[in-house]
């Protein structure tokens, strides 16, 4: 990949975006990961509008390792930062719902994956409000790799306006964030979707980043797991599909 003109293609379509739509700006939620921050930077490549938001919500990284990572990203590549707290409004929007998370006889594991992807659907609720209000589009931050097994929330941060890194598997991140200079900190620090204390993408998941590259790319690799990322992909099909409308 001759990531020089990658770079340069990437920040013109998303100038292109920008003039077509007649939109004022970009924004982006920075949770500090290497996603985020190549996102933000093309973007910041494209317009000087462009604004950067940390949203913690009760995970205690959020609020530490997260935060700093996502104000040492923001400061390289020059975009504003704001922070808008989000724990005391999932708390509020559990309190409200009531035991209605727990009915009888619902699927194990579906009370705890139904509180998790409460904060990526905030989260997007918060990138889409503070947009609104600002003339801005919203820019998704997942890659082709997520993508792929779908390891992403629906309406949560499956929701954007453009995406400039989705066709990029997370190895070919790591070397654009390496051509454009980001915090080495970031790049090196496990992935991680800040969900909740001590989570990884690659332990959540079951595979490797670098083998989902391999099935995309058509890498070595065991027939074993090819087949368990074919699985992860088809089942998962619904995420990256249209809502169904009735026909007419």
Known sequence: MDIKTNVEKRVQWIKDILASSGA????????????CTLTGAL???????????????????????????????????????IEVDLTAVKESLVAALGGELAPEGAPDGAERSALININPRLRMTTLYALAQARGYLVAGTGNLCEATVGYFTKWGDGAYDFNP??????????DILRYLGAPEHIIDKAPSAG????????????VTYAD???????????????????DMESRTAHKRALPRCYPH
């Open 24 to 35: 004022r700006g970009i924004v982006y939620g920075n949770s500090g990961g290497k996603d």
């Open 43 to 81: 973007c910041r490549m494209a317009t000087e509008n462009v604004l950067g938001v940390i949203m913690p919500c009760q995970s205690s990284s959020n609020y530490g390792s997260d935060r700093d990572d996502a104000l040492a990203a923001g400061e390289k590549f020059g975009i504003a930062q």
């Open 165 to 174: 890194i989705a066709d990029l598997t997370v190895p070919e991140i790591y």
């Open 195 to 206: 969900l909740y204390q001590g989570q990884t993408d690659e332990t959540e998941l079951g």
């Open 212 to 230: 989902i590259h391999a099935y995309l790319r058509g890498g070595e690799l065991g027939e074993s797991m090819r087949g368990r990322i074919a």
